[in-house]
């Protein structure tokens, strides 16, 4: 704000600079230049009537033209003096004006305080008319330059004007942008499980008006989310219980065969819950994020894996730390994981230091993703039915709540189509 503020008063001020020094020295000029035509007019016909007084110092008789050839003419000036030979009804004798330089002490004649003045630029006006032949009348007078006075008048009126407008533009402005870049730090900050102090109110009504709002929307938006995890507890206490109680009353159940489906459905139940739970609940769990070695960390899910008699292959390449929540990262981690040995049979997992991040990735020789759903996936309760089919367990979750975890770790989840078949899924770390 302040910086276009400031090219417009450049603009505004350069434009009152060219009219001013304009009109000021056409001002000059036209003083100049009036009392000249008048008196060399009057010369002319004193001279035509009986000559001009000796003591006249501003007009003088010569026999020649005084004004040489190669001078700059001021074509106004000697229509001017037309106009005032016309205007006192006298013929128009042949007239030339010109301007030439001087040095100082070496004007003419002798000159008073305020022509003094106006010669400073160091330029003498002439204006001769023949008056009769071989008689020239000579009108000389000092001519106006610059004037750097009114320049530096105009300089020092620029700088107030810059000073007290630029000055009240950035006190504004500052007034303005403080309270919300405050403003726009807390909303970037604004975590549900730390929603930090409210923001001040300040700077300008309509500005604090906007924090009040804020800071109301963040408490209405941690209320609802305590509710909601208040309800998700409920529900999750309501449904194990009944799920507990069917678990004890199929022990009751002769056949074996279907008291092990019966038992199945109870466990993909229990499992299918704790997903939900978890999807909802991230961002607000009170696991806190810790210093945690990585390679350990997937070191430990794939050995889980591998007790179970899954294919699963890594090989730790050395300590690699960083600050997350080590409960969700397993999770994350033994989805992944999970998904490959169901669709592929097998699973190769490695744990890279790159530059800037770490990557863990979790590739698979299985059928793979077609490209046009890949971004689908992600969505909850999303399931292929052509390569991933209820026959494999699963309600569509593993992969959406993989992804919720790396991007509460700052992180982000990554699916790609392996060259020579399979998929890729690599969780990246910063």
Known sequence: MALLVAIALFVAQA????????????????????????????????????????RNRAIRLMSANPIPS?????????????????????????????????????????????ERRILRAGSQLLIAAESAPGRWVVVSAPWPGMDRGMIWRLIAQTVIIYVLVLGAVYWIGRRIARPLAELGSAAHAFTPADPGPPVAESGPEDV????????????????????????????????????????????????????????????????????????????????????????????????????LG???????????????????????????IENAVKYAGAAEVTVTQEADAVRIAVEDRGPGIPPDKLAHVFDAFTRLETSRNR????????????????????????????????????ITLP
């Open 70 to 114: 190669n001078a700059e003419r001021l074509g106004e000036v000697e229509a001017a003096v037309a106009r005032g030979f016309v205007e006192a009804g006298r013929p128009v004798p042949p007239t030339f004006a010109a301007i030439r330089q001087v040095e100082r002490g070496s004007f003419d004649r002798p000159l008073d305080r305020h």
């Open 310 to 336: 899954a294919d699963v292959r890594f090989e730790p390449e050395g300590r690699i730390v960083r600050r997350v929540r080590s409960a969700a990262m397993k999770r994350a981690v033994r989805n992944l």
């Open 15 to 54: 434009i009152n600079f060219a009219l001013l020094l304009q009109g000021g020295r056409s001002l000059r000029q036209a003083q100049i230049t009036g009392p000249s035509v008048a008196r060399l007019v009057s010369a002319v016909e004193r001279d035509r009537e009986g000559g001009i007084a000796a």
């Open 208 to 307: 604090r008006s906007l924090i009040a709002a804020f800071n109301a929307l963040r408490l209405r938006v941690v209320a609802m989310l305590d509710e909601k995890d208040r309800m998700l507890g409920a529900i999750g206490h309501d449904l194990r219980t009944p799920l507990a109680a069917l678990r004890v009353r199929i022990e009751s159940v002769e056949d074996e065969a279907d008291r092990a489906k019966m038992a199945d459905t109870i466990d993909e139940m229990n499992r299918m819950l704790e997903d939900i739970l978890s999807l909802a609940r991230i961002g607000r769990g009170s696991e806190p994020a810790v210093e945690t070695e990585l390679t350990a960390l997937v070191d430990v899910v794939v050995e889980d894996f591998r007790d």
């Open 391 to 426: 026959d494999t367990g699963g309600i569509g979750l593993g992969l959406a709540l993989a992804r919720a975890i790396a991007a509460e770790a700052g992180g982000a989840l990554a699916l790609a189509n392996r060259a020579g078949g399979g998929l890729s899924a690599v």
